[in-house]
Each structure stands twice: as structure tokens, then as C-alpha cells.
Nanobody, 128 residues
Framework: QVQLVEAGGGLVQAGGSLRLSCAASGRTFVRYVMGWFRQAPGKEREFAAVITWNGGTTYYADSVKGRFTISRDNAENTVYLQMNSLKPEDTAVYYC?????????????????????WGQGTQVTVSS
């Protein structure tokens, strides 16, 4: 059974940093694109960042570009999201996600429907 487990969320002041992790089990995602999404209260889930299987390519939402960094450790089957210069508008539940298949050139990895597997989410709250 595939499981994605996020950790590292919490309460932080504006300007602070957090590092989220997403540990995968039940399958190796070494060859998979992995993504991070977030959902703020009353809003739809939105794309935050994505990383290719070898970490060679990353892509970020404009709202987090320059502040967040996605990375992965394939030996540990873990994906990370380093979040710096946090703002109150970054407050959300953060989810990691994996698609059903390693790579599909026709898939849009910024879209949540591309992903099959989701973690339970970790709450990030940024106070002003």
C-alpha cells in the first residue's frame, strides 16, 4: 500500500523558515515526478512546486518562486520543501503528491488531477 507522510509543519512568524518532508513507502518513487500542493482555508488546492525524478528540473508557482526550494533524496524515498521568507498568505495545509506512473510527457504536473497518491497534509501557519 502506497503511503506518503508529510512532516515538518508548524507555527512560524512571518519571515521565518520551515522545512517540510514527505516520506514515501509501499513503492519506490525514484523514477517519479513529485509535487507539493497547498490548500488555504476556503480556497482550492493549488500547485506549489514539482521536481523531476533526478532533481534535474524543478518548477514553482509564481507565489513561492525565489522563496521555496523543492528537493529529493531518492535513497531515502523522500521529498523536501524548504520554505524561507514565509508570509501569512503561505498559511495552508501542505500536501505532497505522486502520480500513478513515472513520467508522461502529456501530463501537466501543475494540476492536482495528474496525481494519484496524496499524503494527509501538514499544517503551516505563518503569523504576522
Amino acid at each position: 500500500q502506497v503511503q506518503l507522510v508529510e512532516a515538518g509543519g508548524g507555527l512560524v512568524q512571518a519571515g521565518g523558515s520551515l522545512r517540510l518532508s514527505c516520506a514515501a513507502s509501499g513503492r519506490t518513487f525514484v523514477r517519479y515526478v513529485m509535487g507539493w500542493f497547498r490548500q488555504a482555508p476556503g480556497k482550492e488546492r493549488e500547485f506549489a512546486a514539482v521536481i523531476t525524478w533526478n532533481g534535474g528540473t524543478t518548477y514553482y508557482a509564481d507565489s513561492v518562486k525565489g522563496r521555496f526550494t523543492i528537493s529529493r533524496d531518492n535513497a531515502e524515498n523522500t521529498v523536501y520543501l524548504q520554505m524561507n521568507s514565509l508570509k501569512p498568505e503561505d498559511t495552508a495545509v501542505y500536501y505532497c503528491a505522486a502520480p500513478a506512473n513515472p513520467w508522461n510527457p502529456w501530463s501537466d504536473y501543475r494540476q492536482s488531477q495528474t496525481y494519484r497518491y496524496w499524503g494527509q497534509g501538514t499544517q503551516v501557519t505563518v503569523s504576522s
